[in-house]
C-alpha cells in the first residue's frame, strides 16, 4: 500500500508548545499533503509541499518533506487550543487520480 | 469559496435497505471521491470518478456503486446496506488538492 502512516498517534501539549508529526509513505509520490480535520467534520486542506521542494511555510506551519527517506513532518508552532484536531498526511499520485491516507495524529492543546 | 456539499449529515437506515448518498461540488473539478472514515483505519477510498460516467474502484468497492451522470455530482449507493456499512462517508473532489465535503454519518440498524 501506498498509505502514508503518521507518527506518533496521539499527541498532548500545552498553549504555546510546538506541536510535530511525522509521516512516512512507502512509494514515489508527486506531492505531499496535510490535512486537519475538527472531530467529526470533514477534512480541511492546510498544505501541499511537492516532491522536488523540501520546506514550506504557511502561517505557523512548516512542512518539510525528505524523498530519500519518504517522510514528511509538520511543525505548528506556538500552538493553541483550536489547533486541536485530527491531522493527516496524504500523498497524492501523479495523475491526481488517488491520494492515499494514513490514520492521522490526533493532537490535544492543552489551554 | 471552494464548496463540496453532501446531502445528509447524519442517516439512520436499516439493514437491506438502499442507501443513496449524494455528493456536489461548484469547482468544475473532474475528479471526485467517495471515502469510509473508520476509526483506527484512517480514510478508505471506495470509488473514484475521474470524469462524468467515468469510474474506477478504490480500495473497498465491495456493497458500494457510484453514479456520475453529471460533472458536478458524484452519488454513492449502498445496494443493500449492512451493519458494517455503518461509517462515516467522506466526499472530496480535487484538481491538486482535495476539498472535503462535511461527511455523513450513516447508522445502520
Known amino acids: 500500500s501506498q498509505q502514508g502512516e503518521e507518527d506518533p498517534q496521539a499527541l498532548s501539549i500545552q498553549e504555546g508548545e510546538n506541536a510535530t508529526m511525522n509521516c512516512s509513505y512507502k512509494t514515489s509520490i508527486n506531492n505531499l499533503q496535510w490535512y486537519r480535520q475538527n472531530s467529526g467534520r470533514g477534512l480541511v486542506h492546510l498544505i501541499l509541499i511537492r516532491s522536488n521542494e523540501r520546506e514550506k511555510h504557511s502561517g505557523r506551519l512548516r512542512v518539510t518533506l525528505d524523498t530519500s527517506k519518504k517522510s514528511s513532518s509538520l511543525l505548528i508552532t506556538a500552538s493553541r487550543a483550536a489547533d486541536t484536531a485530527s491531522y493527516f498526511c496524504a500523498t497524492g499520485s501523479y495523475n491526481f487520480n488517488k491520494f492515499y491516507f494514513g490514520s492521522g495524529t490526533k493532537l490535544n492543546v492543552k489551554p | 469559496d471552494v464548496k463540496v456539499t453532501q446531502s445528509s449529515r447524519y442517516l439512520v437506515k436499516r439493514t437491506g435497505e438502499k442507501v443513496f448518498l449524494e455528493c456536489v461540488q461548484d469547482?468544475?473539478?473532474?475528479?471526485m471521491f467517495w471515502y469510509r472514515q473508520d476509526p483506527g483505519l484512517g480514510l478508505r477510498l471506495i470509488y473514484f470518478s475521474y470524469d462524468v460516467k467515468m469510474k474506477e474502484k478504490g480500495d473497498i468497492p465491495e456493497g458500494y456503486s457510484v453514479s456520475r451522470e453529471k460533472k458536478e455530482r458524484f452519488s454513492l449507493i449502498l445496494e443493500s446496506a449492512s451493519t458494517n456499512q455503518t461509517s462515516m462517508y467522506l466526499c472530496a473532489s480535487s484538481f491538486e488538492t482535495q476539498y472535503f465535503g462535511p461527511g455523513t454519518r450513516l447508522l445502520v440498524l
Open positions: 469547482m468544475d473539478h473532474e475528479n
